[in-house]
């Protein structure tokens, strides 16, 4: 194993930073350094200096991509943080009338959404709680910077064990088990493992894109309902929260809705959001 060394880590470590708003502490070197060695076997180089320099060449902007893949950490499973989707089931969605639905829409967005088990989770509770998409005018929008996750993402294929996450009320004809023939025509599936497919009716709610949040245009052509970022917002400075969190305000409609991590709060922005419930705010308005 090559040894990464303090140097190399520090410009690793402002890499991240800069380019993502990411901050890694001292006890992420270890983590650093055994995700990059892949890309140093793959590239055939020596060292991390070597890799560092081959990121600042000609080729570096395609190898960000892959640099980016492995530093980000995508954890994540379906109905995480459950609570937020019974609000959603037995809340929010009874709430809205019909007007809404078959004018505007519903618009989302899961932010951050790593392998699409949180806006898969939206769409299956939208369509438990209506039985159906019939009429069901509800738009999620999915991004994460990630080009591995978002392509997992865009299958809608997951480990059957997935479905011990589910709470018991999700309609149970939204997915179905795949065949072995099928698990051998993904790469990143396992053989002898089992899989489930979500169907059209549930992926067809989602509309899957790349986007840094640290970009200073966010591709939205319209104001949001809700929007998703959990478990996201640990990892940035201050002044990438600050920044990510004023442009979720702007994007927002008025009254809109913000879900946050179980670990993080919005104390510092009591002028922009209220909290609703727990880990769940509301848009305040601008006075005119």
Request: aromatic residues 14%; charged residues 25%.
């Amino acid at each position: 194993m090559i040894e990464l060394s303090e140097r190399e880590f520090n410009i690793f470590r402002n890499i991240v930073q800069q380019l993502l708003g990411i901050r890694l502490s001292d006890s992420k070197k270890v983590l650093v350094s055994s995700r990059l060695f892949s890309r140093l076997r793959a590239l055939n180089l020596n060292s991390f200096t070597e890799y560092i320099n081959y990121l600042g060449g000609s080729n570096g902007n395609s190898e960000l991509i892959n640099f980016v893949d492995k530093i980000t950490t995508n954890e994540t499973y379906f109905f995480r943080e459950e609570k937020h989707f019974e609000y959603l089931k037995t809340i929010y969605f009874p709430s809205i009338n019909q007007q809404k639905f078959s004018s505007d829409g519903i618009r989302i967005w899961s932010a951050c959404c790593s392998s699409g088990e949180e806006p898969y989770s939206i769409a299956l509770t939208a369509l438990s709680a209506y039985k159906s998409n019939n009429n069901l005018n509800i738009h999620i929008l999915a991004t994460d910077i990630s080009t591995k996750v978002l392509t997992i993402a865009q299958n809608a294929i997951y480990p059957e064990i997935s479905l011990n996450k589910f709470p018991h009320w999700v309609i149970k004809n939204f997915y179905e088990p795949i065949s072995e023939k099928v698990i051998s025509q993904f790469p990143f599936l396992q053989k002898g493992q089992s899989y489930i497919h979500l169907n059209k009716e549930v992926s067809n709610m989602v509309k899957l894109k790349k986007l840094n949040l640290m970009s200073e245009r966010y591709p939205l052509k319209s104001k949001l309902d809700i929007i998703f970022c959990r478990n996201a917002m640990i990892y940035f400075d201050d002044k990438a929260k600050d920044y990510v969190i004023n442009k979720f305000y702007d994007h927002l409609k008025d009254d809109g809705l913000f879900f946050i991590g179980h670990s993080e709060n919005l104390f510092n922005y009591s002028d922009k959001f209220k909290l609703i419930t727990n880990t769940i705010y509301q848009k305040i308005n601008k006075k005119t």
